[in-house]
């Protein structure tokens, strides 16, 4: 049904998803979206998370662009992800540090 960005499992941590479906839970009355987070880099293992609607955040991946960020670990990012303003020389020298040191 499309591709979605899930807060899981803490806030700031977005993991790709596929949605599977949408309900109302009975015993809460909310809308509901189920959906499948699948492991990388084989895709075919996983597992499904329901969340609240607005708790699900919608993507503009498409599915082979999501499954092909998923095999590659991360690797093969979707054209709209390069080039991007928040990408710097200084976010570099941060990722190659450890913790301790930022």
Do not use: W
């Not at 049904?1 to 949408?22: D, H, Q, W």
């Not at 509901?32 to 607005?54: A, H, K, Q, R, W």
């Not at 020298?93 to 040191?101: A, G, H, I």
């Amino acid at each position: 049904k499309g591709v979605a960005y899930v807060e899981y499992p803490s806030p700031g941590c977005r993991l790709i998803g596929f949605i599977t479906g949408n309900f109302v839970d009975p015993q809460t009355g909310k809308g509901t979206t189920s959906i499948f987070i699948p492991t990388s880099p084989n895709p075919m293992t996983g597992f499904v998370v329901l969340m609240d609607d607005e708790k699900v955040f919608a993507s503009d991946m498409t599915l082979e662009e999501a499954g092909k960020m998923i095999l590659s670990a991360g690797l093969v990012a979707p054209e709209s992800f390069t080039g991007g303003s928040n990408h710097s020389e200084d976010n570099d020298n941060k990722l190659r540090k450890s913790p301790s040191e930022l």
